[in-house]
């Protein structure tokens, strides 16, 4: 059984395990999942203690969120994060594939609304599609570019569903760290949910969102661990992605040096690339995809390797990791 982290900073009632599932990759991110494996990945997440799923209408445009909910049926005890910024609007026929990296037919199309209303009416449909009456997070979704409405008005939208008892706990999830640490200093919210930015090859939240996040009592998730799949296998292959393109090979190099040193302290480059981000003691769980029952047992595996305090130092040594980390916990 994977460890449980303390509860989520000033909410008490919810809790997260050490490794939760994205579950992106249950709307199909990329390539199609059946409905069959989606169950089995779920059950295998569950046997693995995993008690923590993200999802969001965006993934696989509502696709994913009612696969959960399937789990949700057989698990109630699951914390469920799901988001909100884009509704979901019904199309006419005909039907063409998604355009936007989610191997189905859309019948829906994305409409992005910050808005007070809107983040209401997303909520509620994302209640209805999981089949349930309350969430335990819920998470601004990428407001990069409406960063002046999200402070005034989408986050005080969320914290009054917040005071209604249908959230548990809210927050901002993003691709960066720097809004996600202005959101912290000047907002009420819970958690954020940090996508690639402190893992082996990125720190930049080390310098801003971080210290934030201890200050203000603010827990952090962190996803996009492997960057998008440099970081996902022991040794990285010339195709290997950095943030979904090609990954520079400087940028390979480098990936392959960190690997080379973990092999020498006897753990795999994944297995650190997980441990990394959980020795903070900002961060309250980390999300990986899962798309089939062998993923949920490798990923669990990650996080129960031990990865001894020695190597982080090591990769200090050779410059692969700024001496800011080992003052971070690890």
């Not at 993200?54 to 696969?67: K, M």
């Not at 994302?126 to 989408?154: C, F, K, Y």
């Not at 195709?239 to 302290?265: E, G, H, N, W």
């Amino acid at each position: 059984m994977t460890q449980r982290r303390a509860p989520l900073p000033r909410r008490p009632g919810v809790q997260l395990t050490r490794l939760g599932l994205g579950a992106a990759t249950l709307g199909n991110l990329y390539t199609p999942v059946s409905d069959e494996a989606a169950d089995l990945t779920c059950a295998a997440a569950a046997e693995a203690g995993i008690e923590y799923v993200d999802t969001a209408p965006h993934y696989g445009l509502g696709l994913s969120e009612r696969r959960v909910a399937r789990w949700l049926s057989r698990e109630p005890g699951v914390v469920v994060s799901t988001k909100v910024g884009r509704l979901l609007e019904p199309v006419d026929p005909p039907y063409l594939p998604d355009d936007e990296g989610f191997a189905i037919e859309a019948r829906f199309r994305r409409v992005r609304d910050y808005s007070a209303t809107g983040i209401r009416r997303s909520l509620e449909s994302s209640l209805e599609r999981l089949g349930i009456d309350r969430l335990g997070i819920v998470l601004l979704h990428d407001p990069d570019d409406v960063e002046e409405q999200a402070m005034t008005e989408s986050i005080p939208a969320l914290v009054r569903l917040r005071d209604e008892g249908l959230v548990d706990a809210i927050g901002v999830g993003m691709n960066q760290s720097a809004m996600l640490a202005r959101f912290v200093e000047r907002t009420d919210i819970d958690l954020v949910m940090c996508a690639g930015r402190f893992t082996l090859l990125e720190q930049a939240a080390l310098g801003d969102l971080l210290p934030a996040a201890l200050e203000h009592g603010v827990g952090v998730v962190a996803a996009g661990v492997f960057n998008s799949g440099i970081l996902a296998e022991p040794r990285p292959p010339d195709d290997a992605t950095y943030d979904y393109f090609p990954a520079p090979k400087p940028l390979l190099d480098k990936a392959r040096r960190v690997a080379a040193v973990c092999a020498d302290f006897g753990v795999s480059l994944p297995a650190a690339a997980v441990h990394l981000p959980l020795q903070h003691p900002a961060v309250v769980s980390v999300v990986l995809g899962m798309r089939s029952p062998d993923e949920v047992r490798a990923d669990a595996s990650y996080v129960s390797a031990e990865v001894p305090d020695e190597l982080w130092a090591a990769l200090v040594r050779e410059g692969l990791l700024p001496d800011t980390v080992l003052g971070s916990g690890a």
